[in-house]
C-alpha cells in the first residue's frame, strides 16, 4: 500500500507557488501508477521507493521542477536528459510531462526493470592482487646481511611486506629511511609485521 511521507508534504509546501502543483501532480501521478510505493527523502529530495530500492526522484528548483527515474535510461528516452537532473528537462508547466496515462505506463516500465534487477544475481567480479612495490635496493642490501630477517620478510603474506615496502618509499627524508630500514630488519628478525607492537 503507498505509504506518503510527511516530510515530502513539507518540501512541496517549501517550494515556489509555480513548482507546488507540478511536484503534488508529479506525485499523485507516481502513486497511482504503483500501489507498493513508499516515500523516502534523499540528498534533500523527495524519492520514491519500491521493494527498498530507489525508483524515481523529484526536486524543485527556483525557476524549475525536475522528476527522474533510477533505471530511467532503460526506460525513457526523450531527447531531454542532459537538460535538467532527470529525463524530462526543465519541467515548468505540465506540458513539459508526459500526459497521465504515458507517465504512468513509464513508472510500471521502472517497476519492471526494478523488479528483473533485482531477480538478476549479482556476480562477484574477480579481485585482482595489487602487485608488490619494488623492493627498494637499500631495504634489499640491509636484508641481504641479515638472511633470517630476509626469509622471514619473504615467508609473511603480500599484505604484510607491502606494509614494510611501503613504509620505506613513503619517507620522505633520507634519515628517516634509513631508521625506517634498521626498524624494519629489527622486526623482521623478531618475526614482527610492522604493526605489532614492539615488547
Known amino acids: 500500500m503507498t505509504q506518503r511521507d510527511p516530510r515530502v508534504d513539507a518540501y512541496i509546501a517549501k517550494a ?12 499523485d501521478t507516481t502513486h497511482g501508477a504503483c500501489a507498493d510505493l513508499t516515500e523516502d527523502i534523499k540528498w534533500g529530495m523527495p524519492f520514491f521507493v ?3 530500492r530507489p525508483l524515481a526522484h523529484m526536486a524543485a528548483f527556483k525557476q524549475h521542477c525536475a522528476f527522474g527515474l533510477w533505471r530511467g535510461r532503460d ?4 531527447g531531454k ?3 535538467a537532473m532527470g529525463q524530462f528537462g526543465r519541467i515548468v508547466t505540465l506540458a513539459d510531462l508526459p500526459g497521465p496515462r504515458e507517465f504512468k505506463a513509464l513508472i510500471k516500465a521502472a517497476v519492471a526493470k526494478s523488479e528483473a534487477g533485482a531477480a538478476e544475481p ?3 567480479k574477480p579481485r585482482t592482487a595489487k602487485p608488490l612495490p619494488e623492493m627498494p635496493a637499500d631495504l634489499a642490501a ?3 646481511k641479515k638472511p633470517k630477517a630476509l626469509k622471514q620478510f619473504e ?4 599484505t604484510h611486506r607491502r606494509d614494510y615496502l611501503d613504509w620505506v618509499i613513503e619517507a620522505q627524508r633520507e634519515e628517516t629511511r634509513t631508521r625506517r630500514i634498521v626498524e624494519i630488519v629489527e622486526r623482521l628478525l623478531d618475526g614482527q609485521t610492522r604493526y605489532d607492537k614492539r615488547t
Open 16 to 27: 515556489a507557488p509555480f513548482a507546488q502543483p507540478l511536484l503534488a501532480w508529479m506525485r
Open 50 to 52: 519500491f521493494q527498498g
Open 75 to 78: 526506460v525513457v528516452d526523450n
Open 81 to 83: 536528459e542532459g537538460e
Open 122 to 124: 549479482k556476480v562477484a
Open 142 to 144: 640491509a636484508l641481504a
Open 155 to 158: 615467508a609473511f603474506s603480500p
